[in-house]
Nanobody, 128 residues
């Protein structure tokens, strides 16, 4: 069973940057899809980005495409989400999640039920 610990959340000004980290323990990211999701209070969870360890394929939502980049560091057993050009509407609790890759990264990223391990969430606040 994989356990995930998130870090890197905090406050940023519009146009600023943050990098979120998702570190795994108990297992590695081998043969997993790792996803980043976000949820604002009273809102539904929104998928942001996913990456497949198996084939390296990635997914980005239209809301973050071109601004956010997902990457992985196998030696550190960590997946990152680099967030640039932050906007106030990016304010949310960000979660990372992992699941064994049993289908395509796109299919998994669009259905949170595929992910069986979730981080605790980290708050990202973008404001002046």
């Amino acid at each position: 069973q994989i356990q995930l610990v998130e870090s890197g959340g905090g406050s940023a000004q519009p146009g600023g940057s943050l990098r979120l980290s998702c570190a795994a323990s108990g297992s590695t990211f081998d043969h997993h899809v790792i996803g980043w999701f976000r949820q604002a209070p009273g809102k539904q969870r929104e998928r942001i980005s996913c990456i497949s360890d198996g084939d390296g394929k990635t997914y980005y939502s239209e809301a973050v495409k071109g601004r956010f980049t997902i990457s992985s560091d196998n030696a550190a057993n960590t997946v990152y989400l680099q967030m640039n050009s932050l906007k106030p509407e990016d304010t949310a609790v960000y979660y990372c999640a992992a699941g064994p890759q049993i289908t395509t990264v796109l299919a998994m990223c669009n259905q949170p039920a595929f992910f069986d391990s979730w981080g605790q969430g980290t708050q990202v606040t973008v404001s002046s």
